[in-house]
């Protein structure tokens, strides 16, 4: 009879379980759920970085995204250059929450990435470091056709299909300018700031390369959707 009991009280410990498992998952919003749509109007969730990834699959969908958004791009005919480099999901931004030094020609991914860095992460550190927005984001550069550190030999570039950008510095509302060559080293709030969108550019980005990692970094971040997970 006792066997029967404790068997009856674990079935009843297990649906009980169960069914606070799902309670908890029904309250939990959609960008912290990994079945859901992507929306870049969302806040930047749990599963955020994984259906970004996930765009480069569906290059309508990411394309649907943007204008959802309110982003304003073109998208860029298909392009094949030499053995490995172009694209064939790659737009222009026109217009996006913060204006570039320089246009920027991405993959859609890069894009929508891109979009929810500049509010949630960029934006983000700006009030909360400055009490100011970025006014514009300073860049080196999206599309190159060449390898890694533009070695003749070696792992392909990011940059060789647009899926990468790098960024230099920021300009604040007030005029000033936080850059990486001269500010991410320190204590002060310039250091803070870029340290903090390092951390951001983490949870969005495959590939984040800060002046931390080598010197050919030193004066910039680079930002990719790469296969691979690295932040440094």
Request: charged residues 25%.
């Amino acid at each position: 009879m006792m066997r029967y009991v404790r068997i009856t009280v674990a079935l009843l410990a297990l649906a009980c379980g169960f069914v606070l498992a799902v309670g908890f998952v029904v309250t939990l919003p959609d960008e912290d759920l990994p079945w859901t749509k992507l929306d870049l109007n969302d806040p930047v969730g749990a599963f955020t970085e994984m259906k970004l990834d996930a765009l480069s699959r569906n290059p309508d969908a990411c394309y649907a995204l943007l204008e959802d958004a309110g982003m304003e791009f073109s998208p860029l005919p298909p392009v094949e250059s030499g053995d490995f480099c172009g694209y064939d999901d790659g737009v222009e931004i026109e217009k996006s929450i913060t204006p570039y030094s320089a246009a920027v020609v991405a993959r859609c991914p890069l894009a929508a990435t891109l979009f929810l860095w500049e509010r949630d992460v960029v934006q983000a550190a700006a009030q909360e470091i400055y009490g100011q927005k970025v006014s514009r984001i300073g860049h080196y550069g999206t599309y190159a056709c060449r390898r890694v550190y533009g070695r003749p030999n070696g792992s392909i570039s990011e940059h060789a299909s647009a899926n990468a950008i790098d960024v230099a510095e920021f300009r604040l509302e007030d005029g000033r300018t936080v850059s990486l060559r001269s500010d991410w080293t320190g204590e002060d709030d310039d250091a803070a700031f870029l340290r903090e969108i390092r951390k951001g550019s983490c949870d969005l980005f495959q590939g984040v390369i800060s002046p931390d990692y080598n010197k050919a970094h030193e004066d910039h971040f680079h930002l990719d959707m790469g296969p691979y997970d690295f932040c440094r």
